[in-house]
């Protein structure tokens, strides 16, 4: 099991006014399926929403320039959205973090009134200045579950004001074809991307399937327990765990087939590349299987990586009625059950699951049956330093 740091134990998890254990991506979380599909509906019954006046009625009209993840605004939140206020969205695909922090480095954080930033970059965000603080007077923070809402605590900047919203949450753990792989036992494992049993037909994201390599080197006993999660404490400690998790790497490069970097390529990969393995998101391979693909997504032994990616506001951001009129919308219950039906990830909305339909429910007992919510592992806040390094070893990981 993950230690729980006072760093992870911060990132998530939180208790509401009656004492109750909301859903929590840390170890030792209490939280199971039912008591999280229960949270997600009723957490927010009987709490009082602050007085705002509706900012869709402020912005009736105009557009907004959005850059957030390749598949997070599907075509029944998009019309949702332009109906309810008459605002145009203009949209920028992305698939990564470091692309939302070099467009915004490039324009010196204008053409965008919205941003789709993780929660656990925090510490990157805080020095570049690229961002402003919400006003949470027209924000309805209540909608959303509160050991979601992270804003207040990890996006504070100098005790300026909120600058993250949460938006959607998910996993990544593994997806296969059920046609032609099985897992050996109820849940599968990082290492099976490895695998010299499924060379040649696996893949994974650059930086994220390295990680996934060290637990699963520590499952098999080839890596100090705990030595992934040590890495995040020093350079000195991420570069003693780092060369041996590349080395390994290096060694197996010939078994990965496919390189991913968004949800499309996740797909593609699955559908018509070959692969019958892979460590993946859980929305690509959950709206593959929604579709009626022979396809699989669950948590790994190793437990699955969570994580909860948000709306932020440049400071270039010019459209200010309309970012307020998508955070709302964005919090509308029945419009963010919808979304989840097609894009396969999970929202934060209090009630949203509701409106998810009996296949998300189903998709969602299968992603994490038994104790596997319990096993979830909060993605830790990652210093400038730990990230530049990361991609140095990433890089020598995919040039060799």
Same mark, same amino acid.
């Given at each position: 099991?993950?230690?729980?740091?006072?760093?992870?134990?911060?990132?998530?998890?939180?208790?509401?006014?009656?004492?109750?254990?909301?859903?929590?991506?840390?170890?030792?979380?209490?939280?199971?399926?039912?008591?999280?599909?229960?949270?997600?509906?009723?957490?927010?019954?009987?709490?009082?929403?602050?007085?705002?006046?509706?900012?869709?009625?402020?912005?009736?009209?105009?557009?907004?320039?959005?850059?957030?993840?390749?598949?997070?605004?599907?075509?029944?939140?998009?019309?949702?959205?332009?109906?309810?206020?008459?605002?145009?969205?203009?949209?920028?695909?992305?698939?990564?973090?470091?692309?939302?922090?070099?467009?915004?480095?490039?324009?010196?954080?204008?053409?965008?009134?919205?941003?789709?930033?993780?929660?656990?970059?925090?510490?990157?965000?805080?020095?570049?200045?690229?961002?402003?603080?919400?006003?949470?007077?027209?924000?309805?923070?209540?909608?959303?579950?509160?050991?979601?809402?992270?804003?207040?605590?990890?996006?504070?900047?100098?005790?300026?004001?909120?600058?993250?919203?949460?938006?959607?949450?998910?996993?990544?753990?593994?997806?296969?074809?059920?046609?032609?792989?099985?897992?050996?036992?109820?849940?599968?494992?990082?290492?099976?991307?490895?695998?010299?049993?499924?060379?040649?037909?696996?893949?994974?994201?650059?930086?994220?399937?390295?990680?996934?390599?060290?637990?699963?080197?520590?499952?098999?006993?080839?890596?100090?327990?705990?030595?992934?999660?040590?890495?995040?404490?020093?350079?000195?400690?991420?570069?003693?765990?780092?060369?041996?998790?590349?080395?390994?790497?290096?060694?197996?490069?010939?078994?990965?087939?496919?390189?991913?970097?968004?949800?499309?390529?996740?797909?593609?990969?699955?559908?018509?590349?070959?692969?019958?393995?892979?460590?993946?998101?859980?929305?690509?391979?959950?709206?593959?299987?929604?579709?009626?693909?022979?396809?699989?997504?669950?948590?790994?032994?190793?437990?699955?990586? !969570?994580?909860?990616? %948000?709306? =932020?506001?440049? @400071?270039?951001?010019? &459209?200010?009625?309309? +970012?307020? *009129?998508?955070?709302?919308?964005?919090?509308? !219950?029945?419009?963010? %059950?919808? =979304?989840?039906? @097609?894009?396969?990830? &999970?929202?934060?909305? +209090?009630? *949203?699951?509701?409106?998810?339909?009996?296949?998300?429910?189903?998709?969602?007992?299968?992603?994490?049956?038994?104790?596997?919510?319990?096993?979830?592992?909060?993605?830790?806040?990652?210093?400038?330093?730990?990230?530049?390094?990361?991609?140095?070893?990433?890089?020598?990981?995919?040039?060799?």
């Amino acid at each position: 099991m993950r230690p729980v740091t006072r760093q992870n134990e911060e990132q998530f998890g939180e208790t509401n006014s009656e004492g109750e254990v909301m859903i929590s991506f840390k170890k030792g979380a209490s939280a199971t399926r039912r008591d999280f599909l229960k949270t997600a509906a009723a957490a927010g019954a009987g709490l009082s929403m602050p007085a705002i006046v509706s900012s869709s009625v402020l912005a009736s009209s105009g557009e907004i320039n959005i850059m957030m993840w390749s598949d997070y605004l599907p075509e029944s939140f998009v019309n949702g959205f332009t109906d309810k206020t008459g605002i145009k969205i203009n949209f920028t695909g992305i698939g990564s973090n470091e692309e939302i922090i070099n467009k915004l480095k490039a324009t010196n954080g204008e053409g965008f009134d919205i941003v789709s930033p993780t929660v656990n970059r925090n510490l990157l965000w805080a020095e570049l200045g690229l961002l402003q603080p919400f006003d949470m007077s027209k924000v309805a923070l209540d909608k959303v579950n509160p050991s979601m809402a992270l804003g207040e605590t990890h996006w504070n900047f100098d005790g300026k004001g909120v600058f993250w919203l949460p938006h959607i949450w998910g996993t990544e753990g593994i997806a296969w074809r059920t046609d032609a792989f099985v897992p050996g036992g109820e849940f599968p494992s990082y290492y099976d991307v490895w695998d010299e049993a499924n060379a040649g037909k696996t893949m994974g994201r650059g930086h994220s399937m390295l990680l996934g390599l060290g637990l699963g080197l520590e499952g098999r006993g080839e890596l100090e327990p705990g030595s992934m999660w040590a890495a995040y404490e020093s350079p000195e400690k991420m570069d003693e765990v780092w060369t041996k998790v590349v080395e390994a790497a290096i060694a197996k490069k010939p078994n990965i087939k496919l390189i991913w970097n968004d949800a499309d390529t996740q797909k593609n990969g699955l559908l018509n590349e070959g692969v019958i393995v892979g460590q993946t998101w859980d929305g690509p391979p959950l709206a593959l299987k929604t579709a009626g693909e022979p396809v699989m997504y669950r948590a790994p032994k190793e437990g699955a990586m !969570a994580w909860v990616d %948000g709306l =932020a506001m440049p @400071t270039g951001a010019k &459209n200010i009625d309309q +970012i307020y *009129a998508f955070i709302e919308t964005a919090y509308d !219950a029945k419009l963010a %059950g919808e =979304a989840i039906k @097609t894009h396969g990830y &999970n929202s934060p909305v +209090i009630g *949203a699951a509701e409106f998810g339909g009996e296949i998300y429910a189903k998709n969602f007992a299968d992603a994490y049956p038994g104790e596997a919510l319990d096993s979830l592992n909060a993605w830790p806040a990652e210093a400038p330093w730990y990230s530049e390094k990361r991609t140095e070893y990433t890089n020598k990981f995919l040039s060799a």
